[in-house]
């Protein structure tokens, strides 16, 4: 069946630091892929997202390109800060059969210190 | 306009009682989901509706859950008896109708713990 796989956390880095979390996923042709941010005590948000091979998706200056060939949804930032402390979760929906079903990685926790 | 709103916050309980968790969806959203995210499990997916029509309850571990939809603004899920194995966060999330379906909202969580 369908999986996200994420690298293990807790990811911790000192303000201004470049940040990559890494995710790779397992499913049947193209799916669409997406990274949610869970910060303390809250639900989660849609971060970004990507729906096709090459498309890069971007916001708040994370960044995550749709990578076929490795099957990777890596999630970049280059200068983090203390605010973007959170756990970040990989997730994808299947491109048929599954609705709209997300799966969900494990999630990573990033701690950004001074 | 609001998010998705549940109550309670919080629930502490003792394993028999029945527990009951309330999710009001977005207004214009007719998808909603019901997850739970534990440390052991992370983020499963319980059940979801559409147009208040159960789509897919596999999620469901067993017959002690129960979850409703009677109109698009309210939503319950039921464990009846809880254990304290249920213990756990339990969000609701919402999202528009397609294409826009793939974004899900997400409410702040139920913090459910069974004694």
């Known amino acids: 069946g369908d999986s996200v796989t994420q690298m293990e956390g807790p990811v911790t880095l000192s303000e201004e630091a470049f940040l990559t979390i890494n995710c790779t996923y397992t499913a049947t042709g193209y799916p669409s892929l997406f990274w949610y941010v869970q910060y303390p005590g809250e639900g989660l948000q849609l971060l970004l997202k990507a729906t096709k091979a090459d498309d890069k998706g971007s916001n708040k200056g994370f960044e995550a390109t749709y990578r076929k060939e490795t099957t990777s949804f890596h999630l970049e930032k280059g200068s983090v800060q203390v605010s973007d402390s959170a756990v970040y979760f990989c997730a994808l929906i299947p491109v048929t059969g599954g609705g709209n079903k997300l799966t969900f990685g494990t999630g990573t926790q990033l701690k950004v210190e001074l | 306009d609001a998010g998705v709103i549940q109550s309670p916050r919080h629930e502490v309980t003792e394993m028999g009682q029945e527990v009951t968790l309330r999710c009001k969806p977005i207004?214009?959203?007719?998808?909603l989901f019901w997850y739970r995210q534990t440390m052991m499990r992370g983020l499963e997916l319980l059940i979801y509706?559409?147009?208040?029509?159960?789509?897919?309850d596999s999620g469901m571990p067993e017959d002690r859950f129960s979850a409703k939809m009677p109109n698009a603004s309210f939503s319950t899920l039921k464990i009846q008896p809880s254990e304290p194995r249920d213990s756990a966060v339990y969000f609701c999330?919402?999202?528009?109708?397609?294409?826009?379906?793939?974004?899900?909202?997400f409410g702040p969580g139920t913090r459910l713990t069974v004694l």
């Open positions: 207004s214009g959203h007719d998808y």
């Open positions: 509706f559409n147009n208040n029509v159960p789509i897919d």
């Open positions: 999330a919402s999202s528009l109708p397609s294409p826009r379906w793939d974004e899900q909202f």
